[in-house]
C-alpha cells in the first residue's frame, strides 16, 4: 500500500509535537506497544486520565510523561491515575474534524492551526465550530481506572489520513479546578523509529484537583431572628459519609468562638452530621440547666437527620455552608397564689389556688430557621411529648369538679380550649394537662404562642389528714420530648408547699397558794375556740360532700367544738390559718372556778412546738360551808377562841415590860 506525502509529513508532525497541550513528557514507554509497518485503516485511542493537586510540585517540561503514543507506567511523584470514585464522572468527546482542517490532500496542519483548535475548543466548549461541525462524534465517561478507549476510529481511509479533537466536556466543579486542555490527534501516528505506525494511540491528559470544604455554624436560639443569635461556642459534632444511620465516621468537630466548624478533606459523596451531647448541649439522659441547649431531633445518627450535603458527579458551584441552631428547653415554674403569710398557711377544707407556668419553647411546632444547607431552610422538628402532670401530696385533695383548670396566655388575652388545644386527664391524686392534641403536636394557637409564658390556674384543698406546721406539698412533673423518633423523655420537676398550723394548751390549778408552784394538770376543763372574728370554731364537716372535711365558724358556743383536758391536762386545736385567736372555757373541772376572761393566742409556724404549749391556770373554789349549819357554829366558835388567845397574849407581853 502506497502512502501518500500528507500522511508521511502529518505521522513526523505529530511526533514531533506529541498530543498538544497539557499532556507529560519524559517517562519511558511499555515494550509491549505493538506497530506496524504499513498505516492501519483504524485506530484506538485510548485516554488515561491522571490527575494531582495544587500542592504537587510539578514542572511539566522536567518531570512530564512525554505523549507519544505509547503506554508509560511511571508518573512523576504526586501524579496519579484519575479517581473517579472520589472526584467523580469526567467525560471525554472525540470528533473528527478532518474535513475542517485538511480540505485538500495538499493542506497542511501547522502548529499554529493546531494552537487555534486548542484554544477555540477551550474557550467554548461544544460550542466551538470545530466541535459542532465534527462528524462521528463520541463521548463517553473514564472508567474506575481513569481510562475510556475510542475504538476502531478511521485512521489512513482512501490513501488520507484523519486529525481528531478530544476534549474533556464533563468533570464536577470544584472537586476539579483546571480542566484537561484539548487535544488534537493525527492518525495514523507514526511510531518512535519513524518506520512504522502505531495500531494504538495512548493518550496521558491531566487536572488539577482539589478536595472540599464544608463550614457549619452553631447558633443558640434566644428568641431573636436567626441573623442577630449569638454563635454557640464548645458545640460538638461528628461528620459521617454515607446514608444518615448507616455512614462511616470521618471525625470530630468543635465549634469555635464564631460557632464555626470547617469539615475538610471532602470528596464525591454523601454526608451528615450528627450533633453529640457536649457542655453547652445536653442530651434526653441529662437535664437541661438554664444556660444549656437541647440536643435538636434533626441532627442525630439516624434515618431522620436533615444535616446531610452530597457532593453529585455535577459537585459544587458554591461554598458549602450550613446553619443549624439549638433552642432552649422549656422553662416552668409553680406558685401558690393565696394563703395567709409568708408561709401560705390554710385551714383545714380550704381551697388553695395554684398558678403554673410554661414558657414555651421557640421550637414547639418546629423551628422555622432551624436549619438552612446550602442555601436551602428547613424546619426543625416539633416537640412530640408537652405535659404537666399536677399531684396532690399528703395532706392535700384533687376534687376533679371542683379545681377549675383554667390555661391561657400570661396577661389572660388568650384563652385555651379543652379537647381543642389541651386534654385533661384525672386520677386519684392530681391531673395532667396534654398539649399534644393535633396529630402528634401542639395546637395552632398554642404553637402561636412559641417565646411566651402559658399559665394554668387550678385549686386543691387541704384535708383533715394534713401534718401540722409540716410542708404540704403539691408536685409538678413536667414531661417533654423534642425529639419525635425517640421516646426518651425529659422531665422537670417543681413543687409548691402550704401549711396548716395549730396551737398546744396545758390546763393546770394554781399549784400551792396560787403561786403556780406544784401545780396539779386538770382534766375535763372544756373549751371553745374563736377566730379574731369573733365566730366559734365548730369542727371539720364535709358540707359539699366532696369528700373533703372543711372547717365550720359559728355563731352561737352553743354549736362550737369543745376543746378538753385529758388526764395530763393536754388539748390542742389543729389545722388553722396564721392568726389570732382566742380560747372561752365553757366548762371548767370539778371544785374549780371557770375562767371569766378568754385566753388570747396566736397561731404561727412555732405555736405548735410543745416548748411553746399555753399554760392556762384554774383556781379552786372557795371552801367556807353555808351559814346556820353545825360547821359554821363550830367556824365561829373556833375563830372566836383564837381571837381571845392572841389579846390575852398580848396583856401578858405588856405586864411583863413594864
Known amino acids: ?108 496542519l501547522t502548529n499554529a492551526k493546531v494552537d487555534e483548535i486548542v484554544k477555540d475548543v477551550e474557550d467554548k466548549g461544544s460550542n466551538s465550530e470545530y466541535v459542532k461541525n465534527a462528524t462521528n462524534k463520541i463521548t463517553s465517561a473514564v472508567d474506575e481506572n481513569g481510562e475510556i478507549t475510542f475504538a476502531d476510529q478511521p485512521a489512513y481511509v482512501n490513501s488520507k489520513g484523519n486529525v481528531y479533537v478530544v476534549y474533556e466536556s464533563k468533570s464536577a466543579a470544584g472537586l476539579v479546578t483546571q480542566k484537561a486542555k484539548p487535544m488534537v490527534v493525527i492518525a495514523p501516528m507514526t511510531d518512535n523509529t519513524g518506520s512504522g505506525f502505531l495500531k ?107 444535616l446531610t450535603f452530597e457532593i453529585t458527579n455535577d459537585g459544587v458551584t458554591s461554598d458549602l455552608k450550613a446553619s443549624y441552631v439549638n433552642y432552649k428547653a422549656p422553662v416552668i415554674d409553680k406558685t401558690v397564689t393565696n394563703g395567709t403569710g409568708q408561709e401560705h398557711s390554710f385551714q383545714i377544707g380550704d381551697a388553695v389556688n395554684y398558678q403554673g407556668t410554661i414558657h414555651i419553647p421557640t421550637d414547639i411546632a418546629g423551628g422555622a430557621d432551624g436549619i438552612t444547607v446550602n442555601g436551602v431552610k428547613s424546619e426543625t422538628s416539633p ?26 396566655n400570661k396577661d389572660g388575652s388568650v384563652v385555651l380550649k379543652e379537647n381543642t388545644d389541651y386534654k385533661i386527664q384525672n386520677s386519684e391524686n392530681g391531673f395532667v394537662i396534654d398539649f399534644i392534641v393535633n396529630n402528634g403536636q401542639v395546637s395552632d394557637t398554642v404553637a402561636s404562642l412559641h417565646g411566651q409564658d402559658l399559665q394554668m390556674t387550678y385549686n386543691m384543698y387541704v384535708n383533715d389528714s394534713a401534718a401540722v406546721a409540716n410542708p404540704l406539698t403539691n408536685s409538678v412533673d413536667f414531661v417533654y420530648n423534642n425529639n ?13 408547699d402550704v401549711v396548716t398550723y395549730g396551737a398546744k394548751f396545758l390546763k393546770v390549778d394554781s399549784g400551792l397558794f396560787g403561786t403556780g408552784i406544784k401545780a396539779t394538770p386538770l382534766e375535763g376543763a372544756e373549751f371553745a375556740a374563736k377566730n379574731a372574728e369573733g365566730k366559734y370554731y365548730g369542727g371539720l364537716v364535709d358540707t359539699d360532700k366532696d369528700g373533703v372535711k372543711e372547717a365550720v365558724w359559728v355563731d352561737d358556743v352553743a354549736n362550737a367544738a369543745i376543746l378538753k383536758s385529758d388526764k395530763e391536762g393536754h388539748f390542742e386545736i389543729t389545722g388553722l390559718t396564721e392568726g389570732e385567736y382566742s380560747l ?33 391556770k384554774n383556781n379552786q373554789k372557795a371552801s367556807v360551808p353555808m351559814t346556820g349549819s353545825n360547821g359554821f357554829q363550830t367556824y365561829v366558835l373556833i375563830s372566836c377562841l383564837l381571837l381571845g388567845a392572841g389579846a390575852l397574849s398580848a396583856v401578858v407581853y405588856f405586864k411583863k415590860k413594864a
Not at 213 to 238: H, N, R, V
Not at 383 to 407: P, R
Not at 597 to 606: A, R, T, W
Open 200 to 306: 494504538d494511540i495512548h493518550l496521558y491528559p491531566k487536572n488539577i484537583v482539589s478536595k472540599l470544604s464544608f463550614e457549619l455554624t452553631k447558633f443558640g436560639d434566644d428568641g431573636t431572628a436567626q441573623s442577630k443569635q449569638t454563635p454557640l461556642k464548645g458545640a460538638k459534632f461528628e461528620l459521617y459519609k454515607g446514608e444518615p444511620g448507616k455512614g462511616t465516621k470521618l471525625g470530630d468537630l468543635v465549634s469555635d468562638d464564631q460557632g464555626k466548624l470547617t469539615a475538610t478533606d471532602l470528596t464525591l459523596g454523601k454526608y451528615y452530621f450528627v450533633e453529640v451531647p457536649s457542655e453547652v448541649v445536653v442530651g434526653s439522659d441529662k437535664e437541661p440547666t438554664a444556660d444549656q441547649y437541647l440536643l435538636g431531633a434533626d441532627a442525630r445518627n439516624d434515618a431522620h437527620n436533615k
Open 383 to 408: 416537640y412530640s411529648v408537652f405535659k404537666w402532670g399536677d399531684t396532690a401530696g399528703q395532706g392535700l385533695s384533687y376534687v376533679a369538679a371542683k379545681a377549675n383548670i383554667k390555661v391561657t
Open 1 to 108: 500500500m502506497a502512502i501518500n506525502r500528507y500522511v508521511k509529513k502529518a505521522g513526523m508532525l505529530v511526533g514531533m509535537l506529541g498530543i498538544i497541550a497539557s499532556c507529560f513528557q519524559g517517562y519511558q514507554a511499555y515494550a509491549e506497544d505493538v506497530t506496524q509497518k504499513t498505516p492501519p485503516e483504524k485506530v484506538n485511542i485510548t485516554v488515561h486520565k491522571l490527575m494531582y493537586d495544587q500542592g504537587t510540585q510539578l514542572n511539566v517540561d522536567i518531570d512530564g510523561i512525554k505523549n507519544d503514543g505509547y503506554t508509560h507506567d511511571q508518573y512523576p511523584t504526586g501524579v496519579t491515575k484519575y479517581n473517579k470514585a472520589d472526584y467523580g464522572d469526567v467525560e471525554f468527546t472525540l470528533g473528527n474534524i478532518t474535513d475542517q482542517v485538511l480540505l485538500t490532500e495538499d493542506s497542511d
Open 484 to 496: 419525635p423518633f425517640n421516646q426518651k423523655e425529659h422531665h422537670e420537676k417543681t413543687k409548691a
Open 584 to 616: 372561752e372555757e365553757t366548762k371548767a373541772p370539778e371544785n374549780y372556778q371557770k375562767l371569766t376572761k378568754e385566753i388570747s393566742f396566736k397561731v404561727d409556724k412555732d405555736s405548735y412546738k410543745e416548748e411553746n404549749r399555753i399554760t392556762i
